[in-house]
Nanobody, 125 residues
């Protein structure tokens, strides 16, 4: 599956952005779609994931209550609504897809075999 991420930008602390991850080539059916973020010289950090089969959602502790991941089935797209953004969340955000991931694997970037190109999110103080 090929992924196209969009929606990044610059906001002030406390602001909101919505990222989108659109699939092409096939649908997300049977996949887990995750969002990760990365700053230079750091590993990719798990942010949130949506498991298409049962609509389960998963979040990193640091974003719970502020970020919401959801799907648009008709558009074969996963959205990440990010509210109350913090300056330390400035990073390149990537969407990824992995087939039939078990719960324990969901936060691991190594389990995802398709990646989008990344979109920059900048939060200023």
């Amino acid at each position: 599956v090929q992924l196209q991420a969009s929606g990044g930008g610059s906001v002030q602390a406390g602001g909101s952005l919505r990222l989108s991850c659109a699939a092409s080539g096939r649908t997300f059916s049977g996949y887990t779609v995750g969002w990760f973020r990365q700053i230079p010289e750091n590993e990719r950090e798990f942010v949130a994931a949506f498991r298409w089969s049962d609509r389960s959602t998963y979040y990193a502790t640091s974003v719970k209550g502020r970020f919401t991941i959801s799907r648009d089935n008709a558009k074969n797209t996963v959205h990440l609504q990010m509210n109350s953004l913090k300056p330390e969340e400035t990073a390149v955000y990537y969407c990824a897809a992995g087939p039939n991931l078990i719960v324990s694997s969901i936060p691991s970037a190594l389990r995802y075999n398709s990646w989008g190109q990344g979109t920059q999110v900048t939060v200023s103080s």
